[in-house]
């Protein structure tokens, strides 16, 4: 695998480039697109060769929450990176297992059983490690907004009513890319878990939204009454 680390990386980002349903890629450079990809196929290669690495097993759950991070800065919505990952991940099992058995006789039926299970749940924390990091800088991005808007919702009822909606609008493509992780089908429990309390911080989050908007509805029409 590191011996054809190059190609692989390149098979990686022209699956992802050419996906129709990751259109955020298009505005990306190769560079961009590779991100923190190198890093994260040297760990696999190494997790194959001692699956029980901890050591490296942290230095990839590290990267992959960079990656989430990286993504979230460069515009991509949730179920594109979902989706860009395990594209990756696919791409790898049914392109260079092949491969690897044209070249070795010895990566035979059982070895490749092996591998696979390395395989897949090594992208199974990359999805959760890197969809936690994303939804917690879209999180974080709502609170400041809230911190910044609350105190003006007296006096610009109108102006907070138009960011409310404003807030609202990307929390529905969050939930849809949770639900979409939710049922991957090699999603192991533990990710099962981290998902379904992402998805209900979304919720809190729309939750507190609507109230925002509600408080300011209400205030708009007292002032209207009274006027």
Known sequence: MLGHREQ????????????????????????????HLPELCTELATLL????????????KQDARAHGWKRWRQGYK??????????IRWNFIDTWFRAFAAEDARFDV???????????????NVIIEATVQFVEEHQEAVRQLHAELKPKAASNAEFIQRITHLLREPL????????????????SPRGVEMIGVLQRGVQKEA?????????????????TKNR
């Open 8 to 35: 692989i990386l390149q098979s990686w980002i022209a699956a992802v480039d050419k996906h129709p349903n990751i259109s955020t890629s298009d505005n990306l450079t190769y560079t961009q697109l590779l991100d």
């Open 49 to 60: 060769k001692h699956p029980n690495a901890q050591e490296i097993k942290q230095e990839a």
């Open 78 to 87: 949730l179920e594109e990176l979902i989706r860009e990952i395990c594209l």
């Open 110 to 124: 059982d070895a490749q059983n092996t591998a696979r299970r390395v395989v897949e749940g090594f992208f199974d």
């Open 172 to 187: 529905g493509p969050l939930l849809l890319g949770l639900d979409v992780l939710l049922h991957e089908e090699f999603l």
């Open 207 to 223: 939750q507190a939204i609507e109230e925002l908007l509600r408080s300011t509805e209400l205030f708009e029409k007292g002032a």
